[in-house]
Each structure stands twice: as C-alpha cells, then as structure tokens.
C-alpha cells in the first residue's frame, strides 16, 4: 500500500486560513488521502487540519510593530524547520505570510522539500527586490491577481494565476434589502460601515478617528446610522473605551460580533482600514473610502519604498483611483467625512463604482481553490482530475 500523501501548509493571519481551508477541499475531491498539518485557523480545522500552532502567532503588520514580536517569531520558525526537516513532508504550502514564509521554504527546498508560497507578496507595490529570494524559496508561486503572473515569468518563476477565492465566495448582485432587513435597517436610512481592522492595536490605533468621523457625518446627515463589525470581546471593548473617551455615547450606532460582509452590504459607503477589506467591500460592490494610520517610524518607511500612487486594493486592480484613499496625515475627520458624505449621497458616483466593481469581480472568479489544487498536483506526482460539472470545490470533499 503507497504511503500517505503528507503536505505541510502554514497560513498567516484569518485570511490564509480561508485560502488554506478551500485549498483543502479541492485537493480532499481529487486526493482523498492525505495529511495536512502545521499551522492555520479554525476554518483549517474544520477541513481534518491538523494545527500546530495558532496562526494568531504570525498575524503582525507594519514595520517596526514587528520588532516586538521577532524573538517569538524567530523561536517559532526555527521549532517548525526542525520538526519539518527532521520528517519531511511531501510538499510545503506557504500561505501568504511571506516574512515568516519565505525563509521557512528556502530551508525544506534546499532539503529537496517541494515548495508552494500561496499568494504573491506584494512587490508591485513595494519592497520588489524580494522576487529574488521567493525565486530562491518557491518552487512555484500561485497568483491571486493577474497582474502578478508577468512579473514572475519575467523574473524565470514558475508561477499559476489562481483567482481570488473571495470573488468565488460572494454573489455577483449582494442581496441588500436582505442585509437591512438581518440587520433591522429601515431601507430609507443612511448606513456607513465603519471597519478598524480585526487586530487589537488596528482598533486601538483607527477607533478614535472613526468615531470622531462618524460624529461629523452624523451631523451633516440627520438620521444616519453606523455600523461597526468587530471580531472579538477584546476589540469590542477596546471600541466601546474609545467611545467613552471621545464622548460619543449617543452616536446612533450599532456594534456587530462579526458580521462584516452584512455591514457592508447594508451601508451606502463604507470607511475601511487598508486591507483585505477594501477587496471585500469592492466584490460586494459598496462605495468606500480607504483609510490607514501607522506610527511615524512605519510610516516613513511605507513612503519611502512604495511603487505605486495607491495602496488600495481596489485602486491597483483598477490601475488608477477609483475610491479615495485618506491615508496617513490625510486621514483627519474632516477629510475622512467629507469622503463619506459624497459618496453617500451620490447615486451617480455609486452606480459607476458598481459597475468598476462588477468589472473586477468578475476577472478574479476563477475558481482559485480548483486551479490552485491544479497547479500543485503535478507537485505531487499526480494528474490533476477533471474540474467537477458545476465548478464546485465543495462538492466532492469527504475522506
């Protein structure tokens, strides 16, 4: 009897655990047999993942924020190569997280370990001398976005144009009645979405400009509401304290556990920390204004090594500016509401977005989850098997 298939993955931060959790699916319907462990989250999990560590362990951003956890970081990557190198796996999957990645999968490929790094870092935008080292470190690269794949095979890198799983995920037409109707919205009322960001110091950093924004929109638009997902009980109550400070209490607005993607249908314009948000909020085609505040040192270095005009992902897909982005010093309450207020009360400027927005959610449904499942099978020594009829990933998953 052949051994079992063992493959390696580790995902960094919520949403390589959703890459890592479809991934598993659409390999599961043409595999069944395999092992998969290392690290990833809870939707990982679900998919018979088996979790070394919690994936909250690499979810850090910005430059300097980094230092603090690089001791952890450091220990945790080199207890990971020692565990893979010592038992290698058949391939290695890095998902995103290319700082802890990359390194990581220089080590098992010089072992002779196949290598996959999931999700091109973002050297269209900044810090481009690192196609070198994932040229060192990925025996292929799969793409989320079509753009990227020319710049790998230029540089001689194998590389697949995946799609975005997201565009796969949500509907072309997002159901908004329906969304008001959940969230108990009178289809008259004008909803902003106010999104700080899912970590603990995103919302201690964005809360207090969000909500000196929502106060000056509340006064401009008599009658509106403002809703505000948070993930967690921490950054719930990190939000309600900076309510308390600003003396915002009276703010017609609603906190959520969760419940982003309802947010953001309901709202008529959405206030979003950069991010993978702001591609949420295009696919589900709501008008937004992009924001991002970082301590001075980060900040500094962000300008300095930046490519590109726009950080915004909706922005780069387009390649131009399509929504505003306020970042930095620009992201004052004044600037920030008078964003908003324009693109709620625009129909015109909105119905030109949905349709920018339709433009880009269709090229990113590609059915990432099948065609990356493709691409790494040939990895494996395996022939990729025949996309289902009805181009589901989830249909054929069992054991």
Same mark, same amino acid.
């Given at each position: 009897m052949a051994a079992r298939v063992r493959i390696a993955l580790v995902a960094g931060e919520a949403s390589g655990d959703l890459l890592g959790a479809h991934l598993l699916q659409a390999l599961r319907a043409r595999m069944h047999e395999f092992e998969a462990f290392g690290i990833g989250g809870p939707r990982m999990l679900a998919e018979g993942f088996d979790t070394w560590h919690s994936l909250e362990q690499l979810a850090v951003r910005g430059y300097v924020e980094v230092l603090h956890s690089v001791p952890g970081l450091v220990r945790l990557r080199r207890e990971l190569r020692s565990r893979l190198l010592a038992h290698p796996p058949d391939l290695f999957i890095g998902i995103d997280a290319p700082d802890f990645n990359l390194d990581l999968e220089i080590a098992l490929r010089k072992r002779g370990v196949p290598t996959v790094h999931y999700v091109s870092p973002s050297i269209w935008a900044w810090r481009g001398e690192r196609i070198?080292? #994932?040229?060192r470190a990925a025996d292929k690269v799969l793409a989320l976005f079509p753009f990227e794949a020319p710049i790998y095979e230029k540089a001689g890198v194998p590389v697949a144009y995946v799609?975005?799983?997201?565009?796969? +995920?949500?509907? +072309?037409?997002?159901?908004?009645?329906?969304? /008001?109707?959940?969230? /108990?919205? /009178?289809?008259e009322t004008t909803v902003l979405a106010l999104l700080p960001g899912s970590r603990q110091s995103e919302v201690s950093r964005m809360g207090e400009l969000m909500i000196d924004t929502a106060v000056l929109? %509340?006064?401009?638009?008599?009658?509106?509401?403002?809703?505000?997902?948070?993930v967690s009980r921490e950054t719930r109550l990190i939000f309600e304290g900076a309510l308390y400070r600003r003396q915002a209490e009276n703010l017609p607005l609603t906190i959520l556990y969760g419940h982003a993607h309802d947010a953001m249908v309901a709202a008529d314009a959405v206030l979003v920390a950069s991010g993978t948000a702001t591609l949420e909020a295009a696919l589900l085609k709501r008008p937004m204004v992009i !924001?991002?505040?970082m301590p001075g040192a980060s900040a500094w270095i962000m300008r300095r090594r930046a490519y590109l005009p726009y950080v915004g992902l909706p922005n780069v897909l387009a390649g131009e500016? #399509?929504?505003? +982005?306020l970042l930095l010093d620009d992201a004052t309450p004044e600037n920030l509401a008078q964003a908003l207020v324009n693109l709620a009360t625009d129909k015109i400027v909105r119905a030109r977005l949905e349709e920018r927005f339709t433009a880009i959610h269709r090229q990113l449904r590609q %059915?990432?989850?099948? /065609?990356?499942? +493709?691409? #790494?099978?040939?990895?494996?020594?395996? #022939?990729?098997?025949?996309?289902?009829? !009805?181009g589901s990933v989830s249909q054929g998953a069992g054991t």
């Open positions: 070198h080292k #994932i040229k799609g975005h799983p997201l565009a796969d +995920e949500f509907p +072309e037409v997002p159901d908004r009645d329906a969304a /008001r109707d959940q969230l /108990r919205l /009178r289809p929109v %509340n006064a401009q638009v008599p009658g509106s509401h403002f809703l505000v997902p948070l !924001t991002y505040k500016f #399509i929504v505003p +982005e %059915n990432a989850a099948v /065609r990356a499942a +493709e691409a #790494i099978l040939p990895m494996l020594g395996r #022939i990729p098997a025949p996309r289902p009829g !009805t």
